[in-house]
């Protein structure tokens, strides 16, 4: 095993420790980052209140709670004398964060006076486990440590430290891990969203903030306004051993620069930090790009907080692997030096403890440069603020103003309240009668990054994540940019509101709400008749009606019987044991609209009776190959090997013969092609990334016939979010209806990357298919897109009712 420098020179140097505060082995019986052990967050969570009770340098808050319900905490670290001023640091925090009414000496001043705010967690992506564990003890350290480096950082900042920012997963990947400890399933993949709904995803929810965890993250950070906001990571390019800054190209340019400056210099001095402490293998500009603003880690660069992760090594779980250096790709098998992987990594033993040490120093690398720097980086978080103000009173977009008569305008609701929960200023006028957005505030960056069209840069290299996002796309709302300066008129007509105040709405099917309104009237046994966008209800006490609908954004409305009644589907979902993230997306949309549903599990389709208990099953986004076989045999516990295979094949097939209906999202309906023998082929199969590639833009597509129920309430030519999908053509015997089309003769591109956008012209986007009795619904896009494309959520959503 190799030496342990910094936690054995902690434990040989007890005079360099307060003797008062117990050390994690102490409490734990483990020292975090032991072979085969892994600390829960119940664990953290007790050590820490240990600590607390032991020393005035910590303070613990409770931030709320997770989304399973449990009581989050953190931890503030500093000298008492700080952490008696907390309140006060916060509030200058802030101030400075927002630059308004503040000069330039009085910033100056202020950013001298100040004790900034640290922010360092311990991850959010719960199998990547050494970044919770790393935490336990760097926490111990900053607050017993007696070293000059540990009192320079006690005396000049305030570490907010979230041991976790994913409470319930850390308890939920330790105790899969200690379950399997010693058996032949000990590195077996976790059969689980590590998140309640959104697992891995939970990182790329950072502007929409649907997540309870998103939200709560983003609601503490506006309060403290931490100079930095450090993320760790565990999936180093190999052989690296940690990939950090600088990121690599394509970048927004909606970031204040300075922002990536220290980025950069923060990533190097890391890197430095490491090598000095003989831990090689750093490596930057090697994978990851940060286009995507969604991530969590990322999102707070476009706040003026220097937001990033770094990626270590990981092998699996808390179990080690004996690396050779004829496995490392053949290009670095001769361990050259490169200009960005100076020190290269020779292979050998990989273990917890080292991939908590490298994520050890790089904390602490962080924390050393703030307490050298830290008046510099205040300021210039200010300025960053001050400088984003002036740039929008000189240039366009000066405003947005978003129509509160629109389409859907409870979902236009929706955004503004997204803002706001960003900490974007949001201003009502009453005539128009609109929400404006007035750009020369400090976070104005952010709004522009949301609502532009992405135009993708030029570049050798082929995007990461997706590429396009723009949300007045994506969520349909109808929004006005202002290219001309506000005029004083509108100003003085102008309120700030923190809620949706007034909106009544039409109560029809344009609005996604109205589905929501419906479910709830007939879970209330009340009735809804459909007929085209019109809706209506009876059979229900007029006082719950109009609660309901209030609750909605809807105006009343007077009971009357009318239009083709409606029932709700007895829908299922299908839920992997390959925990698939889009599943858990659909399920967390289904809750939000009072859909009922029930999951579906492999067994649950094999044991048959599909037809008498179901109308509907929603396959989401999942390649045929992990909805048929699942887990291979051997790989994971008995009972979460194997998928839906041959025996639910033939109960889906029936299911669907005696009239019920499957609903299958972008990838799942080239297992539905294949295994309904569909008269439908993917137009897209076999192109070669050079002739077609998307890993995700906005695409135009044209309803077919706007009068089918089936897209009853959508827009006519509704953009959706393609990514990674497939684009039908149907043969001479196909039988039912295409929904919608890319159109002909010009690119359906709307915001993002998109190559070979040719191959996608008159191609179907959405087919109802024709199986028995039955029907299977074909969407080749992400209907439900991270909880954000809510212009396309009624491609589903229509289908959960029967006529
Ligand atoms: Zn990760």
């Known amino acids: 095993m190799r030496t342990c420098f910094i936690f054995l020179l902690t434990l040989a140097a007890p005079g360099w420790t307060s003797a008062a505060v117990p050390t994690p082995e102490s409490v734990l019986g483990h020292k975090p980052g032991d072979d085969f052990y892994l600390a829960t967050y119940d664990d953290a969570l007790g050590y820490f209140q240990k600590v607390a009770a032991s020393s005035n340098r910590i303070k613990m808050v409770n931030v709320g709670k997770t989304s399973e319900g449990r009581d989050w905490w953190i931890a503030f670290i500093s000298s008492p004398e700080n952490l008696a001023q907390l309140e006060h640091y916060k509030d200058m925090s802030r101030r400075l964060a927002l630059a308004r009414g503040i000069g330039e000496e009085q910033a100056r001043e202020m950013s001298r006076e100040i004790k900034p705010i640290i922010h360092i967690d311990g991850g959010l992506h719960a199998s990547e486990v050494a970044n919770a564990q790393h935490t336990i003890q760097l926490g111990y350290d900053l607050v017993a440590n007696e070293q000059a480096e540990y009192q320079a950082i006690r005396q000049n900042l305030i570490v907010e430290l979230w041991f976790s920012i994913n409470p319930d997963g850390q308890n939920m990947v330790a105790n899969w891990y200690r379950q399997n400890l010693g058996t032949q399933y000990e590195v077996s993949p976790l059969p689980f969203l590590y998140q309640k709904y959104v697992g891995h995803d939970n990182n790329r929810d950072g502007y929409m903030l649907n997540m309870i965890e998103s939200r709560v993250v983003t609601k503490a950070t506006l309060d403290t306004e931490p100079l930095v906001f450090y993320t760790h990571h565990q999936s180093a390019p190999f052989p690296g051993r940690i990939y950090l800054p600088p990121f690599n190209d394509p970048i927004s340019s909606n970031m204040h620069p300075l922002m990536l400056r220290w980025l950069n210099l923060i990533g190097m001095t890391i890197a430095q930090d490491l090598d000095q402490h003989d831990l090689p293998g750093s490596m930057h500009q090697e994978s990851f790009d940060v286009w995507y603003p969604g991530y969590l880690d990322n999102m707070g660069n476009f706040r003026h907080t220097i937001s990033f992760f770094t990626e270590t090594a990981l092998y699996r779980y808390a179990t080690p692997h004996f690396y050779t250096v004829d496995e490392f790709p053949e290009a670095r098998q001769g361990l050259e030096h490169e200009m960005l992987y100076a020190s290269p990594w020779k292979g050998g033993w990989w ?453």
């Open 351 to 803: 273990r917890l403890s080292d991939a908590c040490r490298y994520m050890y120093r790089a904390s602490m690398a962080v924390l050393d440069l703030a307490a050298k720097y830290h008046e510099q980086m205040q300021y210039n978080k200010y300025r960053a603020a001050r400088d984003t103000i002036e740039k929008f009173e000189k240039e366009p977009p000066y405003a947005y103003l978003i129509p509160r008569e629109q389409h859907d305008a409870p979902t236009a609701a929706t955004l503004i309240e997204k803002l706001m929960l960003n900490g974007i200023e949001v201003h009502q006028s009453s005539k128009p009668d609109a929400w404006v957005i007035l750009m020369d505030q400090p976070f104005a960056g952010l709004v522009k990054e949301l609502f532009e069209p992405q135009k993708y840069p030029a570049l050798a290299q082929r995007p990461y994540d997706v590429t396009g996002w723009t949300l007045p796309y994506q969520m349909d709302v109808e929004v006005h940019e202002m290219t001309t300066p506000v005029t004083d008129e509108l100003r003085k007509g102008l309120e700030r509101i923190s809620s949706i105040q007034g909106l009544t709405a039409r109560f029809n099917h344009n609005a996604n709400a109205s589905l929501r309104a419906v479910n709830q009237i007939l879970a209330a046994k009340g009735n809804v008749g459909f007929e085209g966008n019109e809706i209506d209800a009876w059979g229900i006490d007029k006082a719950k009606l109009d609660s309901i609908l209030a609750a909605n954004h809807f105006k009343p409305v007077a009971i009357k019987e009318g239009g083709k009644p409606v029932k709700a589907a007895r829908t299922g979902l299908y839920r992997s044991w390959q925990a698939n993230i889009d599943e858990g997306w659909t399920r967390w949309i289904f809750e939000q609209f009072d859909f009922p549903f029930q999951n579906l599990y492999n067994g649950d389709i094999q044991a048959g009776h599909l037809h008498e208990n179901y109308d509907v099953i929603v396959f989401p986004d999942q390649q045929a190959d992990a909805i048929m076989k699942g887990h291979r045999e051997g790989s994971v516990p008995e009972r979460y090997a194997g998928g839906v295979g041959e025996r639910g094949m033939d109960e889906l097939r029936d299911f669907v013969k005696q009239g019920g209906a499957i609903v299958a999202f972008n990838n799942a309906s080239l297992w539905a092609i294949e295994q309904f023998s569909l008269p439908v082929t993917n137009a897209l199969a076999g192109l070669k990334p050079n002739q077609f590639f998307c890993s995700g833009c906005l695409v135009k597509i044209h309803l077919e016939d706007p009068k089918n129920p089936l897209v009853a309430g959508l827009s006519e030519d509704p953009i959706v979010m393609f990514e990674r999908g497939p684009a039908f053509d149907t043969r001479a015997d196909f039988k039912g209806t295409v929904l919608a089309r890319y159109p002909l003769e010009r690119s359906p591109l709307e915001s993002g990357y998109l190559a070979g956008p040719d191959r996608l012209e008159g191609k179907a986007a959405a087919l109802d298919v024709n199986y028995g009795k039955g029907h299977i619904i074909l969407l080749g896009f992400r209907p439900q897109w991270r909880g954000q494309s809510h212009g396309a959520y009624k491609f589903f959503m229509n289908a959960l009712y029967l006529r």
